[in-house]
């Protein structure tokens, strides 16, 4: 059983590889296709944070993802396709609780990627990395309860709903719904 959060996973920017992806550290060169996805009102339909209106934006979370890294606070993947080097979305295991040795997982994909397979896949390579690599003994995911595309995902991955947290999120004027779905290393 995993107790301990491997801090040896911020020596060196852990790459990973899948049949279709390139799954790797960001660079301020993606900020033009960070802001494509962040910007894009489908992506950002149930993600209930606004959608980027500059590539500023895009610059500066970018460089919030990196340096989170170099604190050990959290690892943000951008996914490159294999056969072309496009980057096509991100993964992040972040909010890396050391305490109780869980981490928060979110991801998106610009919808032209959409239902391929391609979030499962990096998914997947991510769950093994975070029970296996960065040792966490949980990993949980906070989604909006109308989010029918990540709750399936991440049902077939092997994730249980713990939690349903009614108007929690204050965002735009409304109070949200959350639901808190779960995956422990014995799960999975
Ligand atoms: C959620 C998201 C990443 C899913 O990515 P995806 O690559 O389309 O998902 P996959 O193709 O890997 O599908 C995984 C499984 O979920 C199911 N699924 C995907 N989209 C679905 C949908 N709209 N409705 C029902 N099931 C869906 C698929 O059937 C698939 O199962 P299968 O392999 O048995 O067929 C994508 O929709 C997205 O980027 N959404 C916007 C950002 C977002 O909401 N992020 C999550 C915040 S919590």
């Given at each position: 059983m995993n107790t301990r959060i491997n801090t040896r996973i911020f020596n060196e920017f852990p790459l990973l590889e899948t049949e279709?992806?390139?799954?790797?550290?960001?660079?301020?060169?993606d900020t033009a296709a960070f802001f494509g996805i962040r910007s894009n009102e489908q992506v950002m339909q149930y993600m209930d944070s606004f959608p980027f209106e500059n590539h500023n934006q895009a610059r500066q979370m970018i460089e919030q993802m990196n340096s989170d890294y170099s604190q050990q606070i959290g690892i943000n993947w951008a996914?490159?396709?294999?056969?072309n080097q496009k980057l096509i979305g991100y993964i992040g295991l972040w909010k890396i609780n050391y305490e109780n040795v869980r981490a928060e997982i979110g991801y998106s994909l610009h919808p032209?990627?959409?239902?391929?397979g391609y979030m499962k896949e990096a998914l997947h390579e991510v769950l093994c990395f975070g029970f296996n690599q960065m040792n966490a003994h949980g990993i949980e995911a906070s989604v909006n309860p109308n989010n029918r595309a990540s709750i399936?995902?991440?049902?077939?991955?092997?994730?249980?709903?713990?939690?349903?947290?009614?108007e929690?999120?204050?965002?735009?004027?409304?109070f949200v719904d959350s639901l808190i779905y779960c995956i422990n290393e014995s799960d999975f």
């Amino acid at each position: 059983m995993n107790t301990r959060i491997n801090t040896r996973i911020f020596n060196e920017f852990p790459l990973l590889e899948t049949e279709r992806l390139l799954l790797r550290q960001f660079s301020l060169d993606d900020t033009a296709a960070f802001f494509g996805i962040r910007s894009n009102e489908q992506v950002m339909q149930y993600m209930d944070s606004f959608p980027f209106e500059n590539h500023n934006q895009a610059r500066q979370m970018i460089e919030q993802m990196n340096s989170d890294y170099s604190q050990q606070i959290g690892i943000n993947w951008a996914i490159q396709l294999l056969h072309n080097q496009k980057l096509i979305g991100y993964i992040g295991l972040w909010k890396i609780n050391y305490e109780n040795v869980r981490a928060e997982i979110g991801y998106s994909l610009h919808p032209f990627y959409w239902g391929k397979g391609y979030m499962k896949e990096a998914l997947h390579e991510v769950l093994c990395f975070g029970f296996n690599q960065m040792n966490a003994h949980g990993i949980e995911a906070s989604v909006n309860p109308n989010n029918r595309a990540s709750i399936a995902l991440l049902k077939k991955i092997g994730f249980s709903k713990e939690a349903h947290f009614r108007e929690n999120y204050y965002f735009n004027g409304n109070f949200v719904d959350s639901l808190i779905y779960c995956i422990n290393e014995s799960d999975f």
